[in-house]
């Protein structure tokens, strides 16, 4: 486990927390954070693909704004991340995503995985950048926006149906644009069931989710 350095195309330089497994990896996978930075539930996520043989990175995509960045989620602290997201440019993310899939390309096949404003993030490159070979999206409000371009690379999508941010006809304009992807939701889970430091923490849901993400890499990293 450490903490690197990438350079984006642009020359901007941003932190990343990266785990690797003990054996040689089975393939790289991205990991892009919600709004709340790098923290320590998505380092956790690094710890547990990395324990699953894949060498996992998760680029600080908003050291662009504010450097080194990191919150957990209390009320207050959700009310600070937003206050990131009004200068938010999915463009000049592409490119952190970009440097973070060079960084673990000698692993292999890489895939990627994302949370909240990560899960849209994880959509955006798998429609719009070469080279992933499977992304697995979490609650991403904004996929909507941009589902009718087509993924390069297979897609899963996963939603909760108590989210109150993301509405039934949010995710169901996704299902109607992506007919060929995995599409999971996951009854009594709310906004960030994945996440175990959340309120809206759901186990079961989030235990199906996760093994649902593992047999995707699986199949598409293998």
């Not at 992933?132 to 087509?150: D, L, P, Q, V």
């Not at 644009?177 to 186990?203: I, K, L, M, T, W």
Request: aromatic fraction near 12%; charge should be negative.
């Amino acid at each position: 486990m450490a903490m690197l350095e990438l350079t984006a195309s642009d020359g901007h330089r941003l932190g990343a927390y990266q785990a690797a497994p003990e054996a040689s990896p089975r393939g790289g996978i991205v990991v892009i954070q919600e709004i709340f930075g790098v923290n320590s539930h998505i380092r956790s996520i690094c710890d547990r693909l990395a324990a699953e043989g894949y060498l996992a990175v998760a680029p600080a995509i908003f050291d662009r704004y504010q450097r080194d960045f990191e919150t957990g989620y209390s009320p207050e602290e959700v009310e600070q991340a937003k206050t990131l997201l009004p200068g938010f440019q999915m463009d000049k993310c592409l490119l952190d995503v970009a440097a973070a899939q060079e960084s673990v390309a000698e692993a292999g096949k890489t895939g990627l995985v994302g949370f909240c404003l990560g899960g849209s993030v994880a959509y955006a490159a798998a429609a719009q950048m070469q080279g992933f070979s499977a992304a697995s999206c979490f609650y991403g409000g904004m996929i909507n926006k941009f589902a009718a371009r087509e993924p390069h690379c297979p897609v899963q999508f996963h939603y909760g149906a108590d989210d109150a941010s993301i509405p039934a006809e949010n995710y169901n304009a996704v299902r109607e644009a992506r007919p060929e992807a995995e599409f999971y939701v996951y009854e009594n889970a709310g906004h960030g069931f994945n996440c175990d430091q959340r309120g809206s923490y759901a186990p079961e849901a989030a235990a199906i989710a996760w093994q649902r993400m593992l047999e995707f890499f699986g199949r598409n990293l293998a």
